[in-house]
């Protein structure tokens, strides 16, 4: 059984399709023609522009599926894999934010050549440029796009190779035609879109559930309901983990990906090589106002997407270990007769 599109699915789609190419097509009429107006939009983003771009940046089809399918393996903690990157995105706000909006540059490879000087600066700044612009953004694209895939063959009958050519031909559309500020402002749709649905998700889900109910105590005679009382007993019926191992915001010591020392490495010094920021976050630094701006936008983008962000997704991961049980034994590698029945999940909401 394949899950269906409403009407109003479907326009919300079209409309945000159409909403990109006029927004691309709207700066494509206004815009200047220097390389600093198509890459940086002549730097005059406000600060929460800029930091909710850069929140939208890091929320792709892709994120909110990793984050559920760490929530189910390995727990909530188990996103300590990435809410590592707080001390990173901290350290690029309160020392580096400034300085890079302070540059003048319009990439993160064009600062090679203000730091250094010689072939040897312009050798780094090419490899730099090749490493991280071709095979570290082909890898990015690629996961990213993988993401859409799954989600679009889980509602429409349609070819991988079609997905990638239309999510391909819109977004370059809309970034040719308008530059930066068109990929900003769509990205101010995209986030407003993106963190309603999940949050629309969440409570829609945590509801069909009966709330988020309470844990059970035998001890103290008290039942257990709603999603977290389900929790209990999905937990129970998978018996390799307790209900803390899931819900404990920090990993204990028999967790399966994050043992003592890989977190404590993750914490010490995982980070470093996002200390200054990204190519992503250091474009959006480059199109602030001001240095405070710049600051300002790091700040916002360093709260929402560790901090405010992530909670529809964990609620929803939850409730998928419930929905999706992760029960003792194989899972069975066929289907035989009618001893088995595969169906998508379906929540009465």
Not at 81 to 88: C, G, H, K, L
Not at 215 to 238: H, K, M, R
């Amino acid at each position: 059984m394949r899950p269906t599109l409403s009407f109003l699915d479907l326009a919300i789609i079209a409309g945000y399709v159409v909403f990109a190419l006029a927004i691309g097509g709207w700066f494509a009429r206004t815009k200047k023609k220097e390389v600093e107006s198509f890459f940086v939009g002549d730097r005059s983003l406000p600060w929460w522009l800029a930091g909710t771009s850069m929140v939208a940046t890091t929320f792709a089809a892709d994120t909110p599926l990793a984050v559920t399918g760490i929530v189910a393996a390995d727990g909530i903690s188990g996103n300590w894999i990435w809410w590592s990157w707080a001390i990173a995105h901290l350290t690029a706000t309160f020392f580096f934010a400034r300085l890079w909006r302070r540059s003048g540059v319009i990439t993160d490879a064009e600062i090679t050549e203000l730091r250094y000087s010689g072939r040897a600066a312009a050798a780094l700044r090419g490899v730099k440029a090749f490493y991280f612009g071709i095979f570290i953004n082909c890898l990015t694209m690629a996961w990213v796009m993988a993401a859409m895939i799954k989600i679009a063959r889980a509602f429409f009958d349609v070819e991988p190779g079609w997905v990638v050519a239309g999510c391909v031909v819109v977004s370059v559309a809309y970034t040719l035609m308008g530059g930066f500020r068109s990929v900003v402002i769509t990205d101010l749709a995209q986030f407003a879109l993106g963190m309603g649905g999940a949050v629309l998700l969440a409570v829609l889900v945590v509801q069909s559930m009966g709330g988020v109910g309470q844990i059970p105590d035998p001890g103290a005679a008290i039942e257990g309901s709603g999603l977290l009382g389900s929790l209990s007993a999905a937990v129970d019926a998978e018996g390799a983990r307790s209900l803390e191992d899931v819900l404990g915001l920090l990993p204990p010591a028999n967790h399966p990906t994050l043992p003592p020392i890989y977190f404590a490495i993750l914490l010490l010094a995982g980070w470093w090589r996002y200390a200054e920021g990204t190519g992503y976050l250091v474009q959006r630094f480059a199109a602030c106002r001001n240095e405070a701006h710049a600051q300002g936008a790091s700040l916002w983008f360093a709260v929402a997407h560790n901090a405010l962000r992530p909670w529809p997704w964990l609620l929803v991961g939850l409730a998928a270990l419930v929905v999706y049980p992760r029960l003792p034994g194989e899972a069975p590698t066929r289907l035989e007769g009618s001893a088995l029945t595969a169906r998508p999940a379906v929540l009465d909401v």
